[in-house]
């Protein structure tokens, strides 16, 4: 009887060059502590912005208006994850306001998107008011609420389709009163980590592998039954 010799191509194997292969790791789309923000007008020595771009920072306001406050713009207000520099209120002096981002994003479905930030309601101490707004990535959104306490928030998207020219923006849903709001620091936003073109080689030459094993088994199959 002749014996044959099989190979073995499994799952297991597969994963392991998956995972040998690597996908491109998730980057740094957008970054912004407001630093950078040219003083406007307005009744705060910061100054309010209305519609149009924040001169000088990666944001335009979408509704109502905001002032941009901290040492670098002269006003008395201190950023506490930027004492050095600036940070944005969500609400200026005409009520609560709105900002998003000016360069857009082309978001991958299933991709992960993290948007990274620190914010404080201004001119409150710890429970004595507090504030609400949504964080929102293209056609996804989520409500965020906090008081004088400064927090570190993690928002995560998961866009459930491919979607083009997204941006990043945060509205004020209920403003702490009619000059006081959040007040965001550190914006940053990661994500979209995608395989790299090595990444699709691998991936086929796996795929390859295993059509050609399962061949030459079947092929060693048929021969030994031919010689029994």
């Known amino acids: 009887m002749m014996k044959t010799r099989r190979l073995a191509f499994g799952a297991a194997p597969l994963a392991a060059l998956l995972l040998s292969a690597g996908t491109a790791s998730a980057g740094v789309l957008l970054s912004e502590d407001f630093s950078g923000a040219i003083p406007g007008g307005g009744s705060s020595a910061g100054g309010a912005y209305s519609a149009g771009p924040v001169p000088g920072t990666q944001f335009e306001v979408t509704e109502d208006n905001v002032d941009v406050v901290g040492v670098l713009n002269g006003s008395n207000f201190t950023c506490t994850a930027n004492p050095g520099?600036?940070?944005?209120?969500?609400?200026?002096?005409?009520?609560?306001?709105?900002?998003?981002?000016?360069?857009?994003?082309?978001?991958?479905?299933?991709?992960?998107?993290?948007?990274?930030?620190?914010?404080?309601?201004?001119?409150y101490g710890p429970g004595m008011g507090f504030t609400s707004f949504d964080v929102a990535l293209g056609d996804q959104s989520q409500l965020e609420t906090l008081d004088g306490t400064f927090q570190n928030f993690v928002v995560t998207f998961v866009p459930l389709a491919d979607e083009s020219g997204a941006q990043l923006s945060f509205t004020t849903v209920v403003p702490g009163d009619s000059v006081h709001g959040a007040v965001l620091d550190d914006i940053v936003l990661s994500g979209g980590g995608v395989p790299e073109p090595a990444s699709w080689a691998m991936l086929l030459l796996g795929v390859g592998l295993i059509g050609g094993g399962l061949r030459m088994g079947r092929r060693g199959a048929s021969a030994s039954l031919t010689a029994a």
């Open 85 to 123: 520099g600036n940070c944005l209120d969500l609400v200026g002096n005409e009520g609560g306001g709105a900002i998003a981002s000016t360069p857009t994003f082309n978001l991958t479905a299933g991709d992960t998107y993290t948007v990274d930030f620190g914010a404080v309601l201004q001119g």
